[in-house]
């Protein structure tokens, strides 16, 4: 192949091909010098200096696959000295990105967005902890373009999600109407929600009309103090607060049925039988185990129904009705002495008026248990994340602006 076909080929406009390098089964290299009537651009300021070329360089960066083979380009970079600085300064070429070219670095940070970089590292023949870097570069990149200066919401919600044991945490904020995560923070409370206020600015915060949260007394005192906004305690969270107390109660009757070695009980209470008995809808399944509890179990039996009938809540035609039932379920849960359902009673009497909130913004919050899911998803992938920036990046390409599929 001719020289200029290659150079074509490779559509680096301001570079030509001078000569292949080496050819073998596995790779092509070549060498790729600038057009000289090209000034270089300057690596500190990025401006074009016109000084006199002071030395040359080669650097080896990795390109997309050509037919089957690896393509490795080295290209000469020339260094000149920047005015600004008087320091001896390399080019920068808008087609690379560190040691590979931004095209190769795209084609990575796609492959990230589906799967895990251990996948993408074996697809493209490279080790994870380069995939790591490159997709860690292309995230930055994108996180100036597109979450600076942050996409303002006018509903919201804001949650606190676990990323590593020993109680590290960190918070996203989702327009609920974009169903994005426009922004996210290491940590979790008051000073964490601070900073998105913050951010955003006084004017802009004016456009924020509802907050929906898990009730967490530091997100709800942030709100308060820097929005006008209506605050909800969403159906999500108050549908796993539920969850969370209907299953403190079947593991303590669980550890007492072990103890007395009531088989039949043991069966029922077993942890594969969790997900029938928190479902909302009513199924046979769910009728079988209610109706053997009633003769085996009251405890676990009566949350059950406590749980069940919660939903009368959200159902009710109006906030009046709602807020009748809801002082109705407290008293039963309190009444009970079920002890997990008793202080969660105590909870929802607290916050009963952003529970009954709901009914003033439908904010939908359906999205949450959506984003929650995928983060959790994202952490199985990623052992671990040692670096949480990253991590933080990880969950707006998964969740948010990020996505690579937002732009094509
Ligand atoms: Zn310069």
Redesign the pocket.
């Known amino acids: 192949m001719h020289m200029k076909t290659i150079t074509e080929l490779l559509n680096l406009p301001k570079y030509k091909v001078k000569k292949v390098i080496e050819i073998t089964d596995e790779s092509l290299h070549l060498e790729v010098t600038p057009k000289e009537k090209e000034p270089p651009i300057?690596?500190?300021?990025?401006?074009v200096?016109n000084t006199k070329i002071h030395s040359r360089q080669e650097v080896v960066v990795e390109d997309m696959w050509m037919c089957n083979r690896k393509v490795f380009l080295h290209i000469v970079k020339r260094k000149s000295i920047?005015?600004?600085?008087e320091t001896i300064?390399t080019e920068h070429i808008p087609d690379l990105l560190g040691r590979n070219t931004k095209r190769f670095s795209e084609h990575v940070y796609r492959l990230t967005s589906i799967t895990t970089n251990k996948e993408a590292g074996w697809f493209l023949g490279i080790d994870d902890e380069r995939v790591y870097r490159i997709d860690k570069t292309m995230l930055e990149q994108l996180a100036k373009e597109r979450l600076d200066p942050v996409p303002i919401p006018k509903h919201m919600s804001v949650d606190e999600v676990a990323w590593q044991k020993w109680h590290k945490y960190v918070t996203n904020v989702v327009d609920t109407d974009s169903r994005m995560v426009i922004w996210n923070h290491q940590g979790r409370g008051k000073a964490v929600l601070d900073k998105f206020y913050h951010k955003l600015g006084k004017e802009n915060r004016k456009e924020i009309k509802a907050v929906a949260s898990d009730g967490a007394r530091g997100f709800l005192k942030s709100t308060r103090e820097h929005t006008d906004a209506l605050i909800v305690l969403d159906h999500f969270h108050v549908k796993m607060y539920l969850n969370n107390a209907l299953d403190a109660v079947r593991k303590e009757e669980l550890k007492k049925a072990r103890k007395q070695e009531n088989r039949e009980l043991e069966g029922i209470l077993h942890c594969n039988q969790r997900f029938i008995m928190m479902k909302n809808k009513p199924s046979k399944k769910k009728e079988n185990i209610l109706e053997t509890l009633s003769r085996l179990n009251q405890r676990v039996y009566e949350a059950m129904l406590l749980k069940d009938q919660f939903i009368e809540v959200y159902n009710a035609p109006n906030k009046k009705a709602a807020s009748v039932l809801l002082g109705k379920w407290i008293v039963s849960a309190i009444k009970s002495g079920i002890k997990p359902f008793v202080q969660l009673a105590d909870k929802f009497f607290r916050k009963r008026h952003y529970i009954l909130n709901i009914f003033e913004h439908r904010i939908s919050t359906a999205i949450s248990e959506g984003i929650n899911n995928k983060i959790k998803r994202l952490r199985r992938m990623a052992y671990g994340y040692r670096d949480v920036h990253y991590f933080l990046l990880k969950i707006h390409q998964h969740c948010g602006l990020l996505n690579p599929k937002l732009s094509t």
Do not use: G, L, T, Y
């Open positions: 300057c690596s500190a300021c990025m401006m200096h920047c005015i600004e600085d300064r």
